[in-house]
């Protein structure tokens, strides 16, 4: 089995993502809203640390998402990220994403997905 891991700047695509890939059989997705070293550093590096926090997660218009989904092969994670990038763009474009797949095992409370 393979965990899909993407960060996806354009988090107004995520329901076109989400759509599409329940659309094509995938589930179980898990979406985490998340902020990027580029966003953080400036405030953290000019404000004390606690302070600092607190603004980083106020300033909604810099939030963006990981996502993370459990496949069961290789191919189904390439669709998985050709979908996303189909939706988002091309992902070697600055600030638009970054998706990768790790091999996993040892995993409980998964149900196998129908991928059309």
Do not use: W
């Not at 998402?65 to 070697?92: F, H, S």
Request: glycine content about 8%; proline content about 3%.
């Amino acid at each position: 089995m393979y965990l899909v891991i993407a960060f996806i700047s354009k988090v107004e695509k995520i329901s076109q993502v989400i759509l599409k890939m329940k659309h094509r059989g995938f589930s179980g997705v898990t979406l985490i809203d998340s902020v990027g070293m580029k966003q953080a550093l400036p405030v953290a590096m000019d404000i004390p640390l606690v302070a600092s926090l607190g603004n980083i997660f106020n300033n909604e218009g810099e939030i963006s998402k990981i996502m993370l989904c459990v496949v069961e092969n290789q191919d189904q994670a390439n669709q998985l990220m050709d979908l996303i990038e189909e939706i988002i763009g091309n992902l070697d474009i600055p600030n638009t994403g970054l998706a990768f797949s790790i091999e996993i095992g040892n995993v409980r409370g998964y149900k196998p997905q129908t991928i059309s």
